[in-house]
């Protein structure tokens, strides 16, 4: 079982920054690739990035150049760092995390205002 606990989300002016994280606690032996997902309000649940345990990383097309992500495996972590948020980003961010099976966080609320 994986615990994923995500934070760092709040409102933001478009053009601004913020860095979301996310740690897994639970009873596992390792972590594979871990990654954020978006849901907007009315729509589908949505592919941000993903990163592997050997550090390779892949972003959806709208995000690409302006998120990054990146984590630590000492501390089971995952993070998203946002830059030059549009108000289109604005979404409940989910962190995903593979280890046997798929787990889910709760997520965590980014609201970009224009």
């Known amino acids: 079982q994986v615990q994923l606990v995500e934070s760092g989300g709040g409102l933001v002016q478009s053009g601004g920054s913020l860095r979301l994280s996310c740690a897994a606690s639970?009873?596992?032996?390792?972590?594979?690739?871990m990654g954020w997902y978006r849901q907007a309000p009315g729509k589908q649940r949505e592919y941000v990035a993903v990163v592997t345990s050997e550090g390779n990383t892949n972003y959806a097309d709208s995000v690409k150049g302006r998120f990054t992500i990146s984590r630590d495996n000492t501390k089971n972590m995952v993070f998203l760092q946002m830059d030059s948020l549009k108000p289109e980003d604005t979404a409940v961010y989910y962190c995903?995390?593979?280890?046997?099976?798929?787990?889910w966080g709760k997520g965590t609320l980014v609201t970009v205002s224009s």
């Open positions: 995903k995390a593979i280890s046997g099976m798929a787990y």
């Open positions: 639970g009873n596992f032996f390792r972590i594979g690739t």
